[in-house]
Protein backbone atom coordinates (compact mmCIF):
# COMPACT_ATOMS: atom_id res chain seq x y z
CA UNK A 1 0.00 0.00 0.00
CA UNK A 2 1.72 3.31 -1.13
CA UNK A 3 1.72 5.74 1.64
CA UNK A 4 2.75 9.47 1.80
CA UNK A 5 2.97 11.79 4.76
CA UNK A 6 3.57 15.91 5.07
CA UNK A 7 5.76 17.25 8.46
CA UNK A 8 6.66 20.47 9.22
CA UNK A 9 5.64 22.92 11.09
CA UNK A 10 2.10 24.81 10.65
CA UNK A 11 3.33 28.35 11.66
CA UNK A 12 5.91 30.04 9.93
CA UNK A 13 6.99 34.04 10.48
CA UNK A 14 7.58 36.06 7.50
CA UNK A 15 11.05 35.80 6.15
CA UNK A 16 11.44 32.80 7.60
CA UNK A 17 12.49 28.98 6.05
CA UNK A 18 10.04 26.88 5.54
CA UNK A 19 11.02 22.94 5.54
CA UNK A 20 8.75 20.26 4.77
CA UNK A 21 9.00 16.60 5.07
CA UNK A 22 7.35 13.95 2.92
CA UNK A 23 8.16 10.71 4.31
CA UNK A 24 7.26 8.17 2.13
CA UNK A 25 5.82 3.86 2.54
CA UNK A 26 4.39 1.46 0.20
CA UNK A 27 7.78 2.41 -2.55
CA UNK A 28 11.17 2.88 -2.57
CA UNK A 29 12.39 6.33 -4.15
CA UNK A 30 15.03 4.33 -5.79
CA UNK A 31 12.73 2.66 -8.05
CA UNK A 32 13.13 3.61 -11.20
CA UNK A 33 10.33 6.24 -13.18
CA UNK A 34 9.33 7.56 -9.85
CA UNK A 35 9.30 10.27 -7.46
CA UNK A 36 7.57 12.94 -5.46
CA UNK A 37 6.46 16.04 -5.83
CA UNK A 38 5.33 18.60 -3.73
CA UNK A 39 2.25 20.90 -4.95
CA UNK A 40 0.76 23.54 -2.80
CA UNK A 41 -2.90 25.05 -2.25
CA UNK A 42 -3.76 28.17 -1.21
CA UNK A 43 -7.05 28.47 0.69
CA UNK A 44 -10.09 28.27 -1.56
CA UNK A 45 -7.67 28.25 -4.89
CA UNK A 46 -6.22 26.20 -7.27
CA UNK A 47 -3.13 23.56 -7.52
CA UNK A 48 0.13 24.44 -7.74
CA UNK A 49 3.22 22.37 -8.70
CA UNK A 50 6.30 23.32 -7.15
CA UNK A 51 8.89 20.76 -7.35
CA UNK A 52 9.97 17.09 -7.81
CA UNK A 53 12.55 14.83 -7.84
CA UNK A 54 12.99 11.65 -8.99
CA UNK A 55 14.96 8.38 -8.84
CA UNK A 56 18.10 9.40 -10.43
CA UNK A 57 18.02 12.53 -8.62
CA UNK A 58 16.88 14.35 -11.38
CA UNK A 59 15.01 17.75 -9.96
CA UNK A 60 12.96 19.84 -10.78
CA UNK A 61 11.33 23.18 -9.81
CA UNK A 62 8.68 25.42 -10.75
CA UNK A 63 9.77 28.60 -12.99
CA UNK A 64 8.32 31.40 -10.36
CA UNK A 65 9.54 30.12 -7.50
CA UNK A 66 13.27 28.36 -8.70
CA UNK A 67 15.24 30.89 -6.74
CA UNK A 68 13.29 29.80 -3.32
CA UNK A 69 13.26 26.27 -3.07
CA UNK A 70 15.12 23.28 -2.61
CA UNK A 71 14.52 19.65 -2.62
CA UNK A 72 16.20 16.48 -1.85
CA UNK A 73 16.19 13.01 -1.00
CA UNK A 74 16.86 10.44 1.43
CA UNK A 75 16.38 7.28 -0.08
CA UNK A 76 17.56 5.01 3.22
CA UNK A 77 14.70 6.91 4.92
CA UNK A 78 12.22 7.00 2.71
CA UNK A 79 11.70 10.83 2.52
CA UNK A 80 12.00 13.74 0.69
CA UNK A 81 12.37 17.16 1.88
CA UNK A 82 11.48 20.79 0.50
CA UNK A 83 12.78 24.28 1.82
CA UNK A 84 11.54 27.45 0.55
CA UNK A 85 13.49 30.30 1.83
CA UNK A 86 11.36 33.84 2.30
CA UNK A 87 8.44 32.66 3.26
CA UNK A 88 5.58 35.08 3.13
CA UNK A 89 1.64 35.30 3.87
CA UNK A 90 0.89 34.81 0.06
CA UNK A 91 2.46 31.46 0.87
CA UNK A 92 -0.40 30.37 3.36
CA UNK A 93 -1.49 27.14 1.88
CA UNK A 94 -1.64 23.36 1.76
CA UNK A 95 1.41 22.18 0.88
CA UNK A 96 1.19 18.03 -0.78
CA UNK A 97 3.31 15.49 -1.45
CA UNK A 98 2.46 13.36 -4.25
CA UNK A 99 4.06 10.57 -6.01
CA UNK A 100 4.77 11.19 -9.77
CA UNK A 101 5.31 8.61 -12.36
CA UNK A 102 6.72 8.74 -15.64
CA UNK A 103 5.64 6.18 -18.07
CA UNK A 104 7.04 7.19 -21.78
CA UNK A 105 7.81 10.58 -20.80
CA UNK A 106 4.18 11.36 -19.60
CA UNK A 107 4.66 11.94 -16.02
CA UNK A 108 1.50 12.35 -13.75
CA UNK A 109 0.66 11.80 -9.75
CA UNK A 110 -1.13 9.08 -8.72
CA UNK A 111 -0.37 8.86 -4.62
CA UNK A 112 -1.24 11.93 -2.75
CA UNK A 113 -0.32 12.41 0.64
CA UNK A 114 -3.36 14.04 3.17
CA UNK A 115 -1.60 17.67 2.81
CA UNK A 116 -0.35 19.70 5.64
CA UNK A 117 -1.30 23.57 6.41
CA UNK A 118 0.75 25.65 6.66
CA UNK A 119 0.59 29.50 7.85
CA UNK A 120 2.51 32.33 7.36
CA UNK A 121 2.29 35.12 9.81
CA UNK A 122 3.67 37.45 12.48
CA UNK B 1 5.53 28.62 -19.52
CA UNK B 2 2.73 27.13 -21.16
CA UNK B 3 -1.19 28.38 -20.21
CA UNK B 4 -3.71 26.28 -18.84
CA UNK B 5 -7.81 26.79 -18.90
CA UNK B 6 -10.71 25.28 -18.13
CA UNK B 7 -14.54 25.83 -18.82
CA UNK B 8 -16.71 26.44 -17.50
CA UNK B 9 -15.71 27.01 -13.73
CA UNK B 10 -17.72 26.30 -12.16
CA UNK B 11 -21.29 24.26 -13.29
CA UNK B 12 -24.54 22.53 -11.64
CA UNK B 13 -26.25 19.42 -12.53
CA UNK B 14 -27.84 16.78 -11.72
CA UNK B 15 -27.32 12.72 -10.72
CA UNK B 16 -27.09 10.70 -14.29
CA UNK B 17 -26.29 13.99 -16.53
CA UNK B 18 -23.47 13.91 -18.75
CA UNK B 19 -21.37 16.34 -17.78
CA UNK B 20 -17.93 17.94 -19.82
CA UNK B 21 -15.04 19.71 -18.93
CA UNK B 22 -13.13 21.15 -20.95
CA UNK B 23 -9.14 21.86 -20.87
CA UNK B 24 -7.30 24.51 -22.91
CA UNK B 25 -3.85 24.66 -23.71
CA UNK B 26 -1.22 28.10 -24.24
CA UNK B 27 0.26 25.96 -27.08
CA UNK B 28 0.35 22.43 -28.49
CA UNK B 29 1.01 19.98 -25.04
CA UNK B 30 0.08 16.01 -27.42
CA UNK B 31 -1.78 14.28 -25.10
CA UNK B 32 0.27 15.46 -21.65
CA UNK B 33 -2.60 15.84 -20.36
CA UNK B 34 -3.83 14.52 -16.97
CA UNK B 35 -7.05 14.87 -15.15
CA UNK B 36 -7.89 15.21 -10.77
CA UNK B 37 -10.57 15.46 -8.86
CA UNK B 38 -10.65 17.27 -5.65
CA UNK B 39 -13.50 16.58 -2.69
CA UNK B 40 -13.40 19.88 0.29
CA UNK B 41 -10.78 18.97 2.37
CA UNK B 42 -9.33 15.62 0.59
CA UNK B 43 -6.23 15.19 -1.64
CA UNK B 44 -6.82 15.85 -5.19
CA UNK B 45 -7.10 11.84 -6.87
CA UNK B 46 -6.00 10.75 -10.37
CA UNK B 47 -8.83 10.10 -12.72
CA UNK B 48 -7.06 10.40 -16.51
CA UNK B 49 -3.59 10.29 -17.31
CA UNK B 50 -2.69 10.86 -20.95
CA UNK B 51 -5.41 12.58 -21.99
CA UNK B 52 -7.31 9.11 -22.26
CA UNK B 53 -5.83 6.36 -20.07
CA UNK B 54 -8.38 5.39 -17.30
CA UNK B 55 -6.39 5.15 -13.56
CA UNK B 56 -6.85 1.74 -11.96
CA UNK B 57 -9.42 1.69 -9.98
CA UNK B 58 -11.57 4.20 -11.61
CA UNK B 59 -15.15 3.99 -12.33
CA UNK B 60 -15.30 3.75 -16.51
CA UNK B 61 -17.87 6.79 -16.44
CA UNK B 62 -15.22 8.88 -16.14
CA UNK B 63 -13.47 8.98 -19.73
CA UNK B 64 -10.56 11.64 -21.30
CA UNK B 65 -10.24 12.83 -24.91
CA UNK B 66 -8.60 15.55 -27.24
CA UNK B 67 -4.76 16.10 -28.33
CA UNK B 68 -3.02 18.91 -28.91
CA UNK B 69 -4.21 22.18 -27.04
CA UNK B 70 -8.05 20.66 -26.60
CA UNK B 71 -9.10 18.49 -24.34
CA UNK B 72 -12.22 17.14 -22.29
CA UNK B 73 -13.27 15.43 -19.26
CA UNK B 74 -16.67 13.69 -19.97
CA UNK B 75 -18.45 12.30 -16.76
CA UNK B 76 -21.34 10.00 -18.75
CA UNK B 77 -23.93 9.76 -15.73
CA UNK B 78 -23.08 11.67 -12.77
CA UNK B 79 -23.49 10.14 -9.40
CA UNK B 80 -23.86 11.58 -5.97
CA UNK B 81 -19.97 11.50 -5.22
CA UNK B 82 -19.00 13.04 -8.62
CA UNK B 83 -19.54 16.54 -6.93
CA UNK B 84 -16.08 18.03 -6.50
CA UNK B 85 -13.83 20.37 -8.14
CA UNK B 86 -11.97 18.71 -11.08
CA UNK B 87 -8.48 19.77 -12.46
CA UNK B 88 -6.58 19.20 -15.56
CA UNK B 89 -2.42 19.13 -15.63
CA UNK B 90 -0.33 19.40 -18.53
CA UNK B 91 3.03 17.26 -18.55
CA UNK B 92 4.48 18.61 -21.73
CA UNK B 93 7.11 21.20 -20.06
CA UNK B 94 6.87 22.79 -16.27
CA UNK B 95 3.78 21.16 -14.71
CA UNK B 96 1.07 23.32 -14.59
CA UNK B 97 -2.41 22.91 -12.94
CA UNK B 98 -6.10 24.23 -14.61
CA UNK B 99 -7.96 27.02 -12.45
CA UNK B 100 -10.63 23.96 -11.81
CA UNK B 101 -14.20 23.48 -12.34
CA UNK B 102 -16.38 23.06 -9.78
CA UNK B 103 -19.38 20.49 -10.44
CA UNK B 104 -22.08 21.00 -7.84
CA UNK B 105 -25.91 19.70 -7.08
CA UNK B 106 -28.43 21.55 -9.36
Known amino acids: QVTLKESGPVLVKPTETLTLTCTVSGFSLSNARMGVSWIRQPPGKALEWLAHIFSNDEKSYSTSLKSRLTISKDTSKSQVVLTMTNMDPVDTATYYCARIRSSWYYYYFDYWGQGTLVTVSS | DIQMTQSPSSLSASVGDRVTITCRASQSISSYLNWYQQKPGKAPKLLIY???SLQSGVPSRFSGSGSGTDFTLTISSLQPEDFATYYC????????FGPGTKVDIK
Open chain 2, 50 to 52: AAS
Open chain 2, 89 to 96: QQSYSTLI
